[in-house]
């Protein structure tokens, strides 16, 4: 997982913290919006980990693999 990725991730369990302290102390009216960004965070993660490029093998690294004849 790369630092961009973490990062998301972060911010929406910090995010889901926000609203379960919310929706205890003022109410659920209060914490949606709060609830509705994690869930953002988290599709936007799901997002990015289904759709990363594939990584292109390094042409040195090829070279190795070929069989000797």
């Known amino acids: 997982m790369k630092l961009p990725d973490v990062v998301i991730l972060s911010l929406a369990l ?5 609203g379960i302290h919310l929706s205890l102390t003022q109410g659920v009216e209060v914490s949606y919006p709060v ?3 994690a869930v953002a965070l ?9 759709n ?3 990584e292109t093998p390094d042409p040195k690294q090829k070279n190795k693999k070929r069989k000797k004849h």
Do not use: D, E, G, N
């Open 14 to 18: 910090a995010l889901v913290i926000i």
């Open 35 to 37: 609830f509705m960004f």
């Open 42 to 50: 988290l599709f936007w993660f799901q997002y990015r980990r289904t």
């Open 52 to 54: 990363k490029p594939k």
